[in-house]
Protein backbone atom coordinates (compact mmCIF):
# COMPACT_ATOMS: atom_id res chain seq x y z
CA UNK A 1 0.00 0.00 0.00
CA UNK A 2 3.02 1.84 0.60
CA UNK A 3 4.57 2.26 -3.18
CA UNK A 4 2.72 4.67 -4.85
CA UNK A 5 3.56 6.98 -2.21
CA UNK A 6 5.28 10.33 -3.47
CA UNK A 7 8.49 11.91 -2.17
CA UNK A 8 7.46 15.12 -0.86
CA UNK A 9 9.68 17.96 -1.32
CA UNK A 10 11.28 19.01 1.49
CA UNK A 11 10.23 21.97 3.87
CA UNK A 12 12.33 25.23 2.70
CA UNK A 13 12.74 26.70 5.69
CA UNK A 14 13.09 23.46 8.18
CA UNK A 15 15.42 21.67 5.65
CA UNK A 16 17.99 23.95 5.83
CA UNK A 17 18.15 23.52 10.16
CA UNK A 18 19.01 19.57 9.46
CA UNK A 19 21.50 20.58 6.66
CA UNK A 20 23.23 22.81 8.98
CA UNK A 21 23.45 20.11 11.60
CA UNK A 22 24.54 17.83 9.17
CA UNK A 23 27.54 20.02 8.25
CA UNK A 24 30.64 19.16 10.45
CA UNK A 25 32.64 22.66 9.40
CA UNK A 26 33.82 24.47 12.80
CA UNK A 27 32.99 27.72 10.83
CA UNK A 28 29.00 27.49 9.78
CA UNK A 29 26.59 30.26 11.28
CA UNK A 30 23.02 29.00 10.64
CA UNK A 31 21.08 31.84 9.67
CA UNK A 32 18.13 29.84 8.61
CA UNK A 33 15.33 29.19 10.39
CA UNK A 34 13.52 32.17 12.83
CA UNK A 35 14.99 31.40 16.37
CA UNK A 36 16.74 33.90 18.65
CA UNK A 37 19.93 33.12 19.18
CA UNK A 38 22.12 34.96 22.15
CA UNK A 39 25.35 36.84 21.32
CA UNK A 40 27.03 33.42 21.92
CA UNK A 41 24.63 31.87 19.40
CA UNK A 42 23.17 29.96 22.29
CA UNK A 43 19.28 29.60 22.54
CA UNK A 44 17.50 31.43 25.03
CA UNK A 45 15.45 30.78 27.83
CA UNK A 46 13.94 33.96 29.08
CA UNK A 47 15.13 34.43 32.71
CA UNK A 48 11.08 35.14 33.36
CA UNK A 49 9.90 31.75 31.88
CA UNK A 50 12.82 29.54 34.00
CA UNK A 51 11.34 31.28 36.83
CA UNK A 52 7.51 29.96 36.49
CA UNK A 53 9.05 26.76 35.04
CA UNK A 54 10.68 25.86 38.35
CA UNK A 55 7.62 27.46 40.75
CA UNK A 56 5.41 24.98 38.65
CA UNK A 57 7.96 21.84 38.71
CA UNK A 58 8.16 22.62 42.68
CA UNK A 59 4.42 23.26 43.28
CA UNK A 60 2.56 20.14 44.77
CA UNK A 61 -0.59 21.59 43.65
CA UNK A 62 0.77 21.08 39.45
CA UNK A 63 -0.82 18.18 37.96
CA UNK A 64 -0.97 17.23 34.15
CA UNK A 65 -4.56 16.88 34.02
CA UNK A 66 -6.18 17.01 30.58
CA UNK A 67 -7.25 20.64 29.45
CA UNK A 68 -10.43 21.25 28.04
CA UNK A 69 -10.32 20.90 23.93
CA UNK A 70 -10.58 24.99 23.73
CA UNK A 71 -7.32 25.06 26.37
CA UNK A 72 -6.25 26.70 29.35
CA UNK A 73 -9.26 29.30 30.17
CA UNK A 74 -6.75 31.71 32.13
CA UNK A 75 -4.42 31.62 28.91
CA UNK A 76 -6.95 32.15 26.16
CA UNK A 77 -8.31 35.44 27.95
CA UNK A 78 -5.23 36.69 29.05
CA UNK A 79 -3.75 36.04 25.16
CA UNK A 80 -7.05 37.75 23.53
CA UNK A 81 -6.16 40.88 25.95
CA UNK A 82 -2.79 41.05 24.81
CA UNK A 83 -3.64 41.09 21.16
CA UNK A 84 -6.34 42.99 21.07
CA UNK A 85 -5.92 45.26 23.49
CA UNK A 86 -7.60 45.62 27.45
CA UNK A 87 -10.05 48.18 26.52
CA UNK A 88 -11.12 46.20 23.11
CA UNK A 89 -15.08 47.08 22.31
CA UNK A 90 -14.90 42.97 21.24
CA UNK A 91 -14.11 41.74 24.11
CA UNK A 92 -16.15 43.65 26.25
CA UNK A 93 -19.10 43.23 24.18
CA UNK A 94 -18.01 39.34 24.41
CA UNK A 95 -17.96 38.76 20.39
CA UNK A 96 -14.87 36.96 20.68
CA UNK A 97 -14.22 33.12 21.00
CA UNK A 98 -10.18 32.30 21.53
CA UNK A 99 -9.07 28.94 21.99
CA UNK A 100 -5.75 28.06 22.69
CA UNK A 101 -3.71 26.53 19.93
CA UNK A 102 -0.14 24.67 19.07
CA UNK A 103 1.59 27.77 18.20
CA UNK A 104 1.20 29.87 15.24
CA UNK A 105 0.65 27.16 13.29
CA UNK A 106 -1.85 25.38 15.00
CA UNK A 107 -4.00 28.74 15.01
CA UNK A 108 -3.64 28.57 11.39
CA UNK A 109 -4.68 25.45 10.96
CA UNK A 110 -7.63 25.52 13.01
CA UNK A 111 -8.95 28.70 11.42
CA UNK A 112 -8.78 27.38 8.00
CA UNK A 113 -9.94 23.96 9.12
CA UNK A 114 -12.91 25.87 10.34
CA UNK A 115 -13.32 27.94 7.40
CA UNK A 116 -13.36 25.27 5.01
CA UNK A 117 -16.01 23.39 7.18
CA UNK A 118 -18.38 26.21 8.25
CA UNK A 119 -17.96 29.54 6.10
CA UNK A 120 -16.75 27.46 2.80
CA UNK A 121 -14.81 27.25 -0.07
CA UNK A 122 -13.69 30.62 -0.05
CA UNK A 123 -10.29 31.56 -1.62
CA UNK A 124 -7.45 32.36 0.23
CA UNK A 125 -5.00 35.13 -0.50
CA UNK A 126 -1.40 35.39 1.18
CA UNK A 127 0.94 38.42 0.58
CA UNK A 128 3.79 37.81 -2.23
CA UNK A 129 6.20 36.66 -1.06
CA UNK A 130 4.99 35.19 2.51
CA UNK A 131 5.93 32.56 4.91
CA UNK A 132 6.54 29.51 2.56
CA UNK A 133 3.88 27.05 5.16
CA UNK A 134 1.02 29.29 4.43
CA UNK A 135 0.69 28.36 0.95
CA UNK A 136 1.00 24.51 3.05
CA UNK A 137 -1.32 25.05 5.64
CA UNK A 138 -3.98 26.33 3.62
CA UNK A 139 -4.86 23.26 1.58
CA UNK A 140 -4.23 20.87 4.10
CA UNK A 141 -6.72 22.68 5.79
CA UNK A 142 -9.13 21.87 3.00
CA UNK A 143 -9.24 25.26 1.37
CA UNK A 144 -8.06 25.80 -2.75
CA UNK A 145 -4.34 26.48 -2.68
CA UNK A 146 -3.82 30.19 -2.06
CA UNK A 147 -3.55 33.10 -4.66
CA UNK A 148 -0.90 35.90 -3.72
CA UNK A 149 -1.79 39.39 -3.44
CA UNK A 150 0.99 41.66 -4.47
CA UNK A 151 3.56 42.85 -1.14
CA UNK A 152 6.92 43.30 -1.87
CA UNK A 153 8.21 46.19 -4.46
CA UNK A 154 11.86 44.71 -5.04
CA UNK A 155 13.08 48.46 -6.43
CA UNK A 156 12.16 50.30 -3.40
CA UNK A 157 12.50 47.46 -1.21
CA UNK A 158 9.01 48.41 0.42
CA UNK A 159 5.37 47.33 0.36
CA UNK A 160 3.73 48.05 -2.68
CA UNK A 161 1.07 49.15 -1.28
CA UNK A 162 -0.89 50.41 -4.84
CA UNK A 163 -0.54 46.75 -6.51
CA UNK A 164 -1.83 45.30 -2.73
CA UNK A 165 -4.84 47.44 -3.30
CA UNK A 166 -5.25 46.79 -6.47
CA UNK A 167 -5.01 43.09 -6.27
CA UNK A 168 -7.33 43.16 -2.95
CA UNK A 169 -9.93 45.61 -4.94
CA UNK A 170 -10.13 42.73 -7.62
CA UNK A 171 -10.84 39.64 -4.86
CA UNK A 172 -14.34 38.56 -4.92
CA UNK A 173 -16.76 39.61 -2.11
CA UNK A 174 -15.82 36.62 1.23
CA UNK A 175 -12.66 35.82 0.05
CA UNK A 176 -9.80 35.56 2.92
CA UNK A 177 -6.57 37.74 2.88
CA UNK A 178 -4.15 36.60 5.73
CA UNK A 179 -2.10 39.87 6.93
CA UNK A 180 1.43 39.51 8.59
CA UNK A 181 0.42 41.77 11.61
CA UNK A 182 3.81 43.08 12.01
CA UNK A 183 7.22 42.12 10.79
CA UNK A 184 6.18 40.82 7.48
CA UNK A 185 8.33 37.39 7.07
CA UNK A 186 10.04 36.75 5.03
CA UNK A 187 10.71 40.30 4.02
CA UNK A 188 10.82 42.26 7.20
CA UNK A 189 8.99 45.20 5.07
CA UNK A 190 5.49 46.13 6.72
CA UNK A 191 2.72 49.01 5.48
CA UNK A 192 2.77 52.46 7.76
CA UNK A 193 0.27 52.83 9.55
CA UNK A 194 -1.39 55.50 7.02
CA UNK A 195 -1.08 52.69 4.02
CA UNK A 196 -2.67 50.09 6.73
CA UNK A 197 -5.96 52.40 6.87
CA UNK A 198 -6.04 52.20 3.13
CA UNK A 199 -6.01 48.86 3.44
CA UNK A 200 -8.55 48.52 5.92
CA UNK A 201 -10.97 50.36 3.73
CA UNK A 202 -10.51 48.32 0.80
CA UNK A 203 -11.25 45.18 2.73
CA UNK A 204 -14.33 46.84 4.19
CA UNK A 205 -15.89 48.31 1.19
CA UNK A 206 -14.89 44.51 -0.87
CA UNK A 207 -16.24 42.62 2.28
CA UNK A 208 -13.32 40.52 2.28
CA UNK A 209 -12.75 38.13 5.64
CA UNK A 210 -8.49 39.28 6.84
CA UNK A 211 -6.83 36.30 8.59
CA UNK A 212 -4.39 38.50 10.83
CA UNK A 213 -0.67 35.95 11.27
CA UNK A 214 0.90 37.53 14.57
CA UNK A 215 3.85 35.61 14.84
CA UNK A 216 6.27 38.37 16.31
CA UNK A 217 3.76 40.28 18.44
CA UNK A 218 6.61 42.38 20.97
CA UNK A 219 9.61 41.44 18.63
CA UNK A 220 9.95 43.58 16.01
CA UNK A 221 9.58 46.89 17.45
CA UNK A 222 10.53 45.78 21.67
CA UNK A 223 6.86 46.74 22.49
CA UNK A 224 3.45 44.22 22.79
CA UNK A 225 0.94 47.46 21.94
CA UNK A 226 2.50 48.90 18.79
CA UNK A 227 2.94 45.60 17.04
CA UNK A 228 -0.69 44.74 17.76
CA UNK A 229 -1.76 48.22 15.94
CA UNK A 230 -2.75 46.83 12.48
CA UNK A 231 -4.81 44.14 13.89
CA UNK A 232 -6.32 46.43 16.95
CA UNK A 233 -7.12 48.81 13.30
CA UNK A 234 -9.10 46.17 12.00
CA UNK A 235 -10.92 44.73 14.75
CA UNK A 236 -11.61 48.23 15.46
CA UNK A 237 -13.44 48.59 12.04
CA UNK A 238 -16.22 45.89 13.35
CA UNK A 239 -15.71 42.54 10.64
CA UNK A 240 -15.88 39.29 10.98
CA UNK A 241 -12.08 38.04 11.45
CA UNK A 242 -9.41 35.92 12.41
CA UNK A 243 -6.44 36.13 14.47
CA UNK A 244 -3.58 34.03 15.12
CA UNK A 245 -1.40 34.48 17.90
CA UNK A 246 2.12 32.70 18.67
CA UNK A 247 4.41 32.66 21.90
CA UNK A 248 7.42 30.85 19.88
CA UNK A 249 9.07 33.97 19.12
CA UNK A 250 7.81 36.75 22.08
CA UNK A 251 8.44 34.06 24.86
CA UNK A 252 10.97 31.82 23.45
CA UNK A 253 9.46 28.60 23.69
CA UNK A 254 8.93 27.56 20.50
CA UNK A 255 9.37 23.72 21.19
CA UNK A 256 6.26 24.07 23.83
CA UNK A 257 3.91 25.34 20.82
CA UNK A 258 1.57 27.86 22.88
CA UNK A 259 -0.56 30.16 20.26
CA UNK A 260 -3.97 31.35 19.91
CA UNK A 261 -6.66 31.04 18.02
CA UNK A 262 -8.94 34.41 18.22
CA UNK A 263 -12.45 34.27 15.87
CA UNK A 264 -13.40 38.06 16.11
CA UNK A 265 -17.56 38.45 15.56
CA UNK A 266 -19.17 41.15 14.17
CA UNK A 267 -21.96 39.97 16.63
CA UNK A 268 -21.86 37.94 19.45
CA UNK A 269 -24.91 35.65 18.77
CA UNK A 270 -22.90 33.14 16.65
CA UNK A 271 -20.00 33.08 19.95
CA UNK A 272 -21.81 29.61 21.58
CA UNK A 273 -21.52 27.82 17.84
CA UNK A 274 -18.30 28.94 16.72
CA UNK A 275 -16.86 27.77 20.22
CA UNK A 276 -18.61 24.49 19.80
CA UNK A 277 -17.37 23.91 16.47
CA UNK A 278 -13.86 25.01 16.97
CA UNK A 279 -13.85 22.38 20.03
CA UNK A 280 -15.04 19.37 17.95
CA UNK A 281 -12.29 20.42 15.02
CA UNK A 282 -9.82 19.89 17.85
CA UNK A 283 -11.32 17.13 19.55
CA UNK A 284 -10.97 15.29 16.49
CA UNK A 285 -7.22 16.02 15.58
CA UNK A 286 -5.53 16.02 19.20
CA UNK A 287 -8.27 16.25 21.73
CA UNK A 288 -6.60 19.03 24.18
CA UNK A 289 -3.44 21.39 23.45
CA UNK A 290 -0.27 20.40 25.87
CA UNK A 291 -0.78 22.60 28.97
CA UNK A 292 3.24 23.41 29.83
CA UNK A 293 3.61 26.31 28.09
CA UNK A 294 -0.08 27.52 28.10
CA UNK A 295 0.34 27.76 31.77
CA UNK A 296 4.23 29.69 32.01
CA UNK A 297 2.48 32.26 29.33
CA UNK A 298 -0.36 32.87 31.61
CA UNK A 299 1.35 33.52 34.22
CA UNK A 300 3.44 35.81 33.18
CA UNK A 301 0.79 38.18 31.58
CA UNK A 302 -1.60 37.74 34.52
CA UNK A 303 1.36 39.16 37.34
CA UNK A 304 1.89 42.63 36.64
CA UNK A 305 5.95 42.60 37.74
CA UNK A 306 6.42 39.36 35.28
CA UNK A 307 4.80 41.38 32.65
CA UNK A 308 7.33 44.09 33.28
CA UNK A 309 10.21 41.78 33.08
CA UNK A 310 8.96 40.52 29.66
CA UNK A 311 8.71 43.18 28.13
CA UNK A 312 12.22 44.33 29.27
CA UNK A 313 13.75 41.23 27.59
CA UNK A 314 11.24 41.80 24.52
CA UNK A 315 13.31 45.00 24.33
CA UNK A 316 16.89 43.44 24.71
CA UNK A 317 15.84 40.91 21.96
CA UNK A 318 14.72 43.32 20.05
CA UNK A 319 17.51 45.60 20.21
CA UNK A 320 20.62 42.96 19.86
CA UNK A 321 18.51 42.34 16.71
CA UNK A 322 19.06 45.41 15.64
CA UNK A 323 22.38 46.21 16.70
CA UNK A 324 23.08 43.39 14.62
CA UNK A 325 21.40 45.18 11.44
CA UNK A 326 23.57 48.07 11.93
CA UNK A 327 26.96 45.47 12.12
CA UNK A 328 25.67 44.09 9.36
CA UNK A 329 25.02 46.50 6.85
CA UNK A 330 28.41 48.93 8.53
CA UNK A 331 30.61 45.25 7.76
CA UNK A 332 29.76 45.12 4.14
CA UNK A 333 29.84 49.04 3.73
CA UNK A 334 33.70 48.51 5.34
CA UNK A 335 34.65 45.60 2.99
CA UNK A 336 33.42 47.34 -0.12
CA UNK A 337 30.77 44.58 -1.06
CA UNK A 338 28.88 46.45 -4.36
CA UNK A 339 25.55 47.77 -4.04
CA UNK A 340 23.56 49.68 -1.31
CA UNK A 341 22.79 47.81 2.00
CA UNK A 342 20.37 50.11 3.93
CA UNK A 343 17.69 48.00 3.30
CA UNK A 344 19.04 45.55 6.27
CA UNK A 345 18.54 48.38 8.36
CA UNK A 346 15.66 49.66 7.33
CA UNK A 347 13.65 46.05 7.74
CA UNK A 348 12.22 45.34 10.87
CA UNK A 349 11.71 41.99 12.86
CA UNK A 350 13.64 38.66 12.82
CA UNK A 351 14.63 38.69 9.18
CA UNK A 352 16.68 40.60 6.57
CA UNK A 353 15.62 39.49 2.82
CA UNK A 354 18.81 40.55 1.61
CA UNK A 355 18.46 40.47 -1.86
CA UNK A 356 20.95 37.60 -2.34
CA UNK A 357 20.18 35.23 -5.44
CA UNK A 358 19.64 31.85 -4.88
CA UNK A 359 22.56 31.01 -6.98
CA UNK A 360 24.74 33.24 -4.29
CA UNK A 361 22.90 31.66 -1.34
CA UNK A 362 24.42 28.08 -2.78
CA UNK A 363 27.84 29.75 -2.77
CA UNK A 364 27.70 30.98 0.59
CA UNK A 365 26.51 27.39 1.84
CA UNK A 366 28.74 25.27 -0.09
CA UNK A 367 32.52 27.95 0.38
CA UNK A 368 31.42 29.24 3.48
CA UNK A 369 28.94 26.68 5.49
CA UNK A 370 26.82 29.75 5.75
CA UNK A 371 23.51 28.89 5.41
CA UNK A 372 20.12 30.78 4.93
CA UNK A 373 16.67 29.92 3.09
CA UNK A 374 16.98 30.41 -1.01
CA UNK A 375 15.26 33.40 -1.17
CA UNK A 376 18.06 35.28 0.33
CA UNK A 377 16.38 35.81 3.83
CA UNK A 378 18.87 36.13 6.46
CA UNK A 379 17.35 35.10 10.67
CA UNK A 380 19.53 38.26 11.97
CA UNK A 381 19.48 36.69 15.31
CA UNK A 382 21.65 34.31 13.84
CA UNK A 383 24.56 36.48 14.01
CA UNK A 384 26.93 37.21 16.50
CA UNK A 385 29.67 40.10 17.25
CA UNK A 386 31.78 37.08 16.00
CA UNK A 387 30.58 35.91 12.91
CA UNK A 388 29.29 39.29 11.32
CA UNK A 389 32.06 39.81 9.54
CA UNK A 390 32.60 36.43 8.36
CA UNK A 391 29.16 36.65 7.16
CA UNK A 392 29.63 39.86 5.51
CA UNK A 393 33.01 38.83 3.22
CA UNK A 394 31.09 35.86 2.52
CA UNK A 395 28.62 37.65 0.87
CA UNK A 396 31.12 40.35 -0.60
CA UNK A 397 32.48 37.48 -2.13
CA UNK A 398 29.26 35.86 -3.35
CA UNK A 399 28.14 39.27 -4.92
CA UNK A 400 31.06 39.69 -6.78
CA UNK A 401 31.64 36.03 -7.93
N1 LIG B 1 3.43 32.80 10.84
C1 LIG B 1 4.57 33.35 10.49
C2 LIG B 1 4.55 34.47 9.51
C3 LIG B 1 5.77 32.91 11.05
O1 LIG B 1 6.90 33.48 10.70
C4 LIG B 1 5.73 31.85 11.97
C5 LIG B 1 6.98 31.37 12.55
O2 LIG B 1 7.26 31.72 13.65
C6 LIG B 1 4.48 31.33 12.34
C7 LIG B 1 3.35 31.82 11.73
C8 LIG B 1 4.20 30.30 13.36
O3 LIG B 1 5.22 29.69 13.99
P1 LIG B 1 4.93 28.78 15.25
O4 LIG B 1 4.01 27.71 14.78
O5 LIG B 1 6.26 28.27 15.60
O6 LIG B 1 4.32 29.65 16.27
C1 LIG C 1 10.76 30.87 10.09
O1 LIG C 1 10.16 31.43 9.18
O2 LIG C 1 11.96 30.57 10.03
C2 LIG C 1 10.03 30.61 11.37
O3 LIG C 1 8.79 31.18 11.28
C3 LIG C 1 10.02 29.18 11.77
C4 LIG C 1 9.18 28.31 10.91
O4 LIG C 1 8.40 27.51 11.47
O5 LIG C 1 9.26 28.37 9.68
Known amino acids: IFDSVPQAPPDPI ?17 LGVGAYRTDAGAPY ?16 STTHEYLPQDGF ?9 LILGADSPALNEGRVVTVQALSGTGALRIGF ?25 VPQAGLPATRSYRYFDANTRGVDVEGLLQDLSCADEGSIVVFHGCAHNPTG ?3 SKDEWRRIVQVVASKKLVPFFDNAYQGF ?27 YAKNMGMYGERVGALNVVLRSPKAVDAVRSQLKQ ?39 RIRTMRTRLRDALIKNGAPGNWDHIVNQIGMFSFTGLTSQQVAFMRDKYHIYMTSNG ?16 DAMKDAVLS
Not at 120 to 126: A, C, L, S
Not at 222 to 230: H, P, Q
Not at 377 to 392: C, F, I, N, Q, W
Open 220 to 246: ASGNLNTDAWSTRLFVQSGMDMFVAQS
Open 73 to 81: TKFNRLSAR
Open 281 to 319: LIRAMYSNPPLHGARIAAAIMADEDAFRQWEMELEKMSA
Open 14 to 30: LSISAAFRADASPRKVN
Open 189 to 191: ADP
Open 377 to 392: RVSMAGLTEGTVEYVA
Open 113 to 137: AFIANFIGQRVVYVPNPTWSNHRNV
Open 45 to 60: VLPIVRKFEKHFANDP
